[in-house]
């Protein structure tokens, strides 16, 4: 499976490069992982983060974009969707995350899966890490393996 994150911002604490760092080592066994920082626009324009974002879109991957009305998922159900997304023929995903303005609706179009942690607003950066969180538990939970809860 090849999975993409294309996110605005980078991070520039060492405690959230230390935090990815160590899902992305946790990861590689189960996925090929790509994350794509895109710079943040300096004049808060939506629509051009989102054609910047919408250009990184790897061809033929299920888009699933980070969105606070998209559905929610149970860790168990997320760990189903990843599975059944490979099981179908369809092992690229890409996941966006916006900035702080998040993004325009050409980005909720192309999305096939519009998904919701919480009513919560976080940060991108905090955002970032708990999807490779929860990306690592799917995986654990798909190969039968413990993991907390």
């Known amino acids: 499976m090849n999975i993409t994150v294309v996110c605005i911002g980078t991070l520039k604490e060492k405690y959230w490069k230390d935090a990815q760092a ?65 099981l179908s023929g369809r092992p690229d995903i890409c996941f966006i995350i916006g900035g702080s303005d998040g993004y325009d609706d050409t980005v909720r179009k192309a999305a096939g899966i519009r998904l919701s942690f919480s009513d919560f607003t976080f940060p991108h950066q905090l955002m970032r890490v708990i999807l490779l969180e929860q990306l690592y538990r799917a995986f654990k939970i798909n190969a039968n393996e413990k993991y907390h809860k």
Do not use: Q, W
């Open 22 to 86: 160590e899902y992305l080592k946790r990861l590689s066994r189960f996925a090929k992982m790509n994350i794509l920082e895109l710079p943040e626009s300096r004049s808060d324009d939506v629509h051009e983060e989102s054609s910047r974002i919408l250009a990184k879109i790897p061809k033929n991957a299920t888009v699933i974009a980070l969105d606070i009305t998209g559905r929610r998922f149970s860790s168990v159900d997320f760990a189903k969707e990843i599975s059944g997304l490979a």
